[in-house]
């Protein structure tokens, strides 16, 4: 089991950037696939990009394509999330979660693939 910590969230206006931070507590980090997901008030945790364990492979909400980019670094075991050209509909609570497959080049795509939680981080993007 792996223990996940974010940081770097704020207040931004729109078409700004923040760079969100997830800390994994592991020494075995390529065996985790990560992802970012995000929760607004009343609205369902949707799954934002995720990475394969290994960071070949990357996956991405529609809504986020072109203006997020996640990237990892296995020897920190950190997982980030580049959030350029905020809009209004990104603010939520921004979460990274992990979870392990047979294979370090999958990438989930579906919230009952992860299984470790952090605490969440808050966005704001003021318009």
């Known amino acids: 089991q792996v223990q996940l910590v974010e940081s770097g969230g704020g207040l931004v206006q729109a078409g700004g950037s923040l760079r969100l931070s997830c800390a994994a507590s592991?020494?075995?980090?390529?065996?985790?696939?990560m992802g970012w997901f995000r929760q607004a008030p009343g609205k369902e945790r949707e799954l934002v990009a995720a990475?394969?364990?290994?960071?070949?492979?990357?996956s991405y909400a529609n809504s986020v394509k072109g203006r997020f980019t996640i990237f990892r670094d296995n020897a920190k075991c950190t997982v980030d999330l580049q959030m350029n050209s905020l809009k209004f509909e990104d603010t939520a609570v921004y979460y990274c979660a992990a979870g392990r497959a047979g294979h370090n080049w999958y990438v989930p795509d579906d919230l009952a693939d992860f299984e470790t939680w952090g605490q969440g981080t808050q966005v704001t993007v003021s318009s």
């Open positions: 990475i394969s364990g290994i960071g070949s492979s990357t």
């Open positions: 592991t020494r075995t980090c390529s065996i985790y696939f």
